[in-house]
């Protein structure tokens, strides 16, 4: 759903924990977790590499969100 709208990458190595840190790293500006809850009520965490805030929004509010962060 957002890779024909932005650049994206998919990691599964290791706990969450190390890959928002391996992330940062190379600046990835933010990440997208999909997690059990995500099953039950389509929702994501959304990690800001900056303030390492995490919000959880809904999957069909992605594209808009990130659209509207890099404005």
Do not use: H
Not at 21 to 42: H, K, M, N, R, Y
Not at 56 to 69: D, G
Request: net charge negative; with cysteine.
């Amino acid at each position: 759903m957002l890779s024909p709208e932005f650049m994206t990458a998919f990691d599964d190595r290791g706990n969450i924990g190390k890959r928002y840190l391996a992330q940062d790293e190379i600046g990835t500006p933010w990440c997208v977790t999909v997690d059990f809850q995500s099953l039950e009520d389509s929702t994501v965490t959304v990690r800001d590499r900056d303030t390492s805030i995490q919000e959880r929004i809904t999957i069909t509010e992605l594209t808009s969100y990130f659209a509207k962060k890099l404005k």
